[in-house]
Every structure is written in structure tokens, then in C-alpha cells.
């Protein structure tokens, strides 16, 4: 089992985890926990012993240089870290690692007690998916949760998915199982440009965090990025007639499809998230 360094007793901590790999779409959820240890000043307190469940000729170590200018040899693995950010009123605990390429329910089990150990009250994990989604338009989030309580506030609903599942949906499964409050939320990225980063969709997820912990998150240069990586795209797109009328009918049915979307309720959600985050600016 993991050594999980000393800390002192966490305030109802929320967790918080992405792992790289088939859950993962152009690292949209990882860079979602990058930027929280960033913003957070997130320290980490464990890590899993990479040997019991990475293969390394797939995960290979890296070798770079240290701070002194020394080789360094760090090892693929997840590793577990704590922040306090300020205007919320719990701690936070951020898992982030690759998915393994064995031992699943072991791998799940040790960061559940790790989790436990710490005092996790809830746990939301983090994925992305390709999907036929155009880049000219919101990211689409969709969101799970296995509480009643949590569905009904979030306007979520409880996972209908049948098929092939990533860690994310073992990680998920086992939290159920020991009666831990989940919740999932998946950013569907544009297919046709599914090479990392998609700072756009890390963009959308990160919204819905800030619905759920009820706190603005400082969002640094992602903003940018994200009108960046859409102009890139728009590039692309407009130095290829196929791919520019590809995008031209993803949009079509995307405005169609959301047509019944645009409702009051709607509306009125994302006008009180512009509020909260103005607000938020304004007392930095």
C-alpha cells in the first residue's frame, strides 16, 4: 500500500481525478487536474508504486535533468495531492496519473483507501471522449451522478452508458460500491482534431467544476488558449474544403439539436456562472 505523507485533518475534502490514457481524449481531463495543482498550489502528499501495475515498455521512464542539472530517471505512475483553495470551504483532494495496464481493481482499491484515509467525501472523476462534435461550438459536458440528492441539484443524470469502459468507469463503479457520492463528468472532443492539448474542452470542464464546488476558479491563460486553439482550427478547416464543409453540417446539427436547449433554465444557469465568476474578479 501507498505511504500517504503526514497532513493535518482535511475539511470535508471533494476528490478530484483524471488519468491519461483511453479516458483521456486530447489530455483534456488530465490538463483539467494540471491546472487545479497549479491554481490550487496543490502539494503532493502520495504516489503508486508504478511496478505493481504499469507495463514499461508501454509507459516508459523518462530521464531529464533535475533543478541542480543532475540526470534524473522519474517513472510513470499517479499520484495523489491536497489543497486548500481560498473562497471554498472544503479541502480538495487531486488524483492524477495513467490508467494501468494491469491489476485494475487493485490500482483502484489502493486509491480508494487512500481516499478513505484522507476523509474524501465525494468524488468526481474526469473524462473526454472524441466525438462528432464541431469546434466552432461549446464543448459539450455531459454529467453523471449516482446520488439523488446530487442528480436533482446538478440537473445530472444517472449513467445509461453500456459498453467498453476505462478506469474512470472502474474507479466510478467501486466508488458505488462502497456508498462514496460520485460524480462524472465527460467533455466531448471534436474528432477531427484529437491531437493534444484541447484547451477549449479543459476550458468546459472546468466550468462544471465551478457549478459543483459553487467557487470561481481562476482560469489564467486557458481562455486565450482556448480562442487560440479555435482559430488554428479554423485555419485548418479553411485550407480544406472537405474538412470546411464537414464542420459547416457538425453545426447544422448541433444548432438543430440544441434548439430545445436554449430555455429559460438554461439561460439562467450560465448567466449566474458569469455572475459568480465576475464577481470573483472583482474581490481579487
Not at 222 to 249: K, N
Request: hydrophobic share 40%; net charge negative; proline share 7%.
Amino acid at each position: 500500500m501507498m505511504e500517504i505523507e503526514a497532513v493535518p485533518d482535511l475539511v470535508r475534502p471533494v476528490v478530484i481525478a483524471a488519468f491519461e490514457g483511453w479516458n483521456d481524449a486530447a489530455e483534456a481531463a488530465s490538463a483539467v487536474v494540471d491546472h487545479l495543482m497549479r491554481v490550487w498550489d496543490a502539494r503532493v502528499v502520495a504516489a503508486i508504486d508504478p511496478e505493481d501495475y504499469y507495463d514499461f515498455q508501454v509507459n516508459r521512464p523518462s530521464v531529464g535533468l533535475d533543478d541542480n542539472g543532475f540526470r534524473k530517471l522519474t517513472w510513470p505512475s499517479t499520484h495523489i495531492a491536497i489543497a486548500s483553495p481560498p473562497q471554498l470551504d472544503r479541502d480538495v483532494i487531486l488524483i492524477r496519473g495513467i490508467e494501468p495496464n494491469m491489476r485494475w481493481r487493485g490500482f483502484t482499491a489502493e486509491l480508494l483507501a487512500a481516499v478513505d484515509d484522507l476523509g474524501g467525501e465525494l468524488v468526481v472523476t474526469l473524462g473526454a471522449l472524441l466525438a462528432d462534435s464541431p469546434h466552432t461550438r461549446p464543448i459539450p459536458v455531459t454529467g453523471t451522478a449516482t446520488e439523488p440528492e446530487l442528480i436533482d441539484r446538478l440537473s445530472l443524470e444517472e449513467s445509461t452508458y453500456e459498453g467498453p469502459t476505462g478506469i474512470v468507469g472502474v474507479f466510478q463503479d467501486a466508488c458505488v460500491r462502497l456508498d462514496l457520492p460520485s460524480v462524472s463528468y465527460w467533455a466531448a472532443v471534436p474528432h477531427y482534431v484529437a491531437q493534444p492539448p484541447c484547451p477549449k474542452a479543459t476550458l468546459a470542464i472546468l466550468g462544471h467544476l465551478e457549478e459543483l464546488l459553487g467557487v470561481s476558479i481562476p482560469l489564467g491563460d486557458l481562455p486565450e488558449e482556448a480562442r487560440a486553439w479555435e482559430r488554428g482550427v479554423d485555419e485548418l478547416a479553411g485550407d480544406d474544403e472537405e474538412i470546411a464543409d464537414y464542420v459547416r453540417s457538425l453545426e447544422e446539427s448541433r444548432d438543430t439539436a440544441d434548439l430545445p436547449e436554449a430555455s429559460g433554465e438554461a439561460i439562467a444557469r450560465e448567466f449566474e456562472r458569469y455572475l459568480k465568476r465576475r464577481g470573483g474578479d472583482q474581490s481579487d
